[in-house]
């Protein structure tokens, strides 16, 4: 099969899934878009080597993708100037959200108030369901401190979630 066609498949298959994680990391659509355009275009470029490194070990080919996309979020994250603006008053706290799309935005909403780096530990830790040793090796950090990172965000997540918290671990 031809690498070009073979390339095609495996973005194909796996461009959602880093879409899902990419979203989750950034919390913004089109940013997420982007990390994962820029993400398989760094995997075309070296597609050969993985193809000839690997052969067609499709975890070993996941992993390294993931870890692209995390770099990239990372590094991308480290360059960008904040978009947020800061105002003197508070939005008003909605109550309870009612259906699960509500709830999913809630959990996206909370997501995005954590520093990047522990955002993806939570990410990859419970979305990806990936060992602490696999996150440390993804971040290239201790295992130890992808616990230290896990404990305080979901520490912070708790905080930030109160009372909507009760109501996403309902469903």
């Not at 989750?24 to 070296?46: N, R």
């Not at 992993?63 to 105002?87: D, G, M, P």
């Not at 040793?133 to 404990?151: H, Q, R, T, Y």
Request: some cysteine.
């Amino acid at each position: 099969m031809e690498q070009g066609l073979e390339f095609e498949q495996f973005a194909s298959s796996r461009a959602h899934r880093l879409f899902q994680v990419a979203y989750l990391m950034c919390g913004d659509w089109h940013q997420a878009q982007d990390l994962v355009q820029t993400t398989l275009a760094k995997m075309f470029s070296v597609w050969g080597r993985l193809q000839r490194g690997g052969g067609d070990d499709g975890p070993t080919i996941d992993a390294y993708a993931r870890k692209v996309l995390l770099r990239n979020y990372l590094s991308q994250k480290r360059l960008r100037k904040s978009s947020e603006i800061v105002t003197a008053d508070l939005p008003e706290q909605a109550s309870a959200p009612s259906d699960g799309g509500e709830l999913r935005l809630v959990m996206v909403a909370a997501l995005k108030q954590l520093p990047p780096r522990n955002r993806a530990v939570v990410v990859l830790r419970y979305l990806e369901d990936h060992s602490i040793e696999a996150v440390a090796d993804m971040l290239g950090i201790s295992p130890g401190a992808v616990k230290s990172l896990n404990f305080r965000s979901l520490a912070k997540l708790r905080e930030i979630l109160g009372e909507d918290r009760e109501a996403l671990f309902q469903r």
